[in-house]
């Protein structure tokens, strides 16, 4: 089924709904919009689900890839990689967590949840498309 999709790429490209969605849901709750930010933010969380499924499907058989650029950009990289693991990291337990306590009717704590868990999570799709754009695009990997 995945055969002749580049994973990667598909990884991108739920990196960037996932963003559209969050922007949406944070645009339907400043609206007062509740039901539009639930469902926004529900296919933020399946969005979410779905990213975890492929990236671990590529990178178990593919492994890491592999940085090419040299000079100035390699600290810039590995700078914004780290920053990007780090706070995948807190994403992976705080978003879900968020988003139960929002689905449970916790409106108080899930308010206090999303000030730190939207943020951070924006944060780490939007530097796993800047990633993905350097390693894939603009400084692949060349060789051994």
Known sequence: MFA????????????????????????????????????????AGLLGVAFMVVYLSYHLGAGLAKFGGEG??????????????????????????TIFRGLAGHYEKHRKLARWAWPIWFFVATSGIIIYVMVMLIWPHKGP
């Open 4 to 43: 002749d999709i580049h994973l990667p790429s598909l990884i991108a490209i739920i990196n960037v709904a996932t963003i559209i969605v969050l922007l949406v849901g944070l645009a339907m709750i400043r609206q007062g919009n509740k039901g539009a930010h639930r469902v926004a933010m529900i296919s």
């Open 72 to 97: 100035w950009i390699r600290p810039v990289y590995f700078t914004l990689l780290t920053a990007h693991i780090v706070f995948a990291t807190i994403a992976a337990p705080l978003v879900p967590y």
